[in-house]
Nanobody
Framework: VQLQASGGGLVQAGVSLRLSCDASGLLFSPNFMGWYRQAPGKEREGVACVAPSNVGTAYADSVKGRFTVSRDNDKNSAYPQMNSLKAEDTAVYFC???????????????????WGQGTLVTVSS
């Protein structure tokens, strides 16, 4: 399984950014796609998750109303649209693909078996 997150960069507070996660080596469509982030000196946290076939999404309270996650099963990809970025959103973002439902993934009740390569998002205030 290979998971590649991309689209990060240095942006100013208040702007939007769209990340991408490209997956290979797995049957993509049945999996829940989770997005996590890890800020310097902090533990990794779940921020967003999209269920198979876009039938449901879940978000951490810290990003609810600002982040929207979607997926394209034809492209084996998932995308968090991040709006109104804040300095506290600065982190390395990772994506995962698991069979566990979103609530278990976001809470890290189920820890993903593979994280893949993350992408750094830096928000300047």
């Amino acid at each position: 399984v290979q998971l590649q997150a991309s689209g990060g960069g240095l942006v100013q507070a208040g702007v939007s950014l769209r990340l991408s996660c490209d997956a290979s080596g797995l049957l993509f469509s049945p999996n829940f796609m989770g997005w996590y982030r890890q800020a310097p000196g902090k533990e990794r946290e779940g921020v967003a998750c999209v269920a198979p076939s876009n039938v449901g999404t879940a978000y951490a309270d810290s990003v609810k109303g600002r982040f929207t996650v979607s997926r394209d099963n034809d492209k084996n990809s998932a995308y968090p649209q991040m709006n109104s970025l804040k300095a506290e959103d600065t982190a390395v973002y990772f994506c995962t693909a698991e069979s566990a439902p979103c609530d278990q993934l976001l809470s890290l009740w189920v820890r993903p078996g593979s994280w893949g390569q993350g992408t750094l998002v830096t928000v300047s205030s």
